[in-house]
């Protein structure tokens, strides 16, 4: 399947028809002409025949009007890339300026701190109630889950630490 193609049943049809109804003329009809090609084939773009009929369909077409198409689409998916990536890291930086506002700045630390004095009381008590035959003591997956965000804490703040110490080095 070559490259066009590819591009062609990837973009699929409302894409194909949305670029050439914005360009008019010529590749708007080419346009229109492949995206009714695509759409029949829609249902199975991966299959060697789905691309035979697109292929035969861009072959019969102006080349240049085709690459044109491709060209546009290629621009088109770029700038779609661009946005996803764009927003993500404005989450990615609203995220952070989250963590790093002077409001909750101790808020995980805290937890962390909390979390650990509640595992160690959690253990205390069910340990020394095994000592006196009242129970079997305390069950370590419960005690790992209060402690999970002490662990998570701890855990992420080491990796933290280390990798800004191999960037540094």
């Known amino acids: 399947m070559t490259s066009i193609i590819a591009a062609l049943l990837s973009a699929g049809p409302s894409l194909i028809r949305l670029f050439g109804s914005s360009k008019g003329g010529t590749t ?12 029949k084939v829609q249902g ?9 009929k697109v292929q035969a369909v861009v072959d019969s077409l102006d080349p240049t009007e085709v690459i044109q198409l491709k060209i546009g689409l290629e621009k088109v998916a770029a700038e779609r890339e661009k946005a996803v990536l764009d927003h ?6 609203a ?6 506002s002077k409001d ?11 979390h650990s004095w509640f ?4 253990i205390v008590i069910f340990e020394l109630l095994a000592t006196f035959d009242k129970g079997t003591g305390a069950n370590w997956e ?13 855990g992420f703040r080491t990796w933290d630490k280390f990798s800004k110490q191999g960037a540094t080095q």
């Open 28 to 39: 708007e009809y080419v346009a229109e002409t492949i995206a009714d090609v695509v759409e």
């Open 95 to 100: 995220q952070q300026q989250t963590l790093q």
């Open 104 to 114: 909750i700045k101790g808020v995980r630390p805290a937890i962390a701190n909390r």
């Open 88 to 93: 993500d890291l404005g989450m990615h930086q």
């Open 142 to 154: 419960i005690a790992m889950l209060i402690a999970s965000p002490t662990l998570a804490w701890f």
């Open 119 to 122: 595992t160690v009381i959690y």
């Open 44 to 52: 199975n773009p991966n299959s060697p025949e789905s691309a035979a």
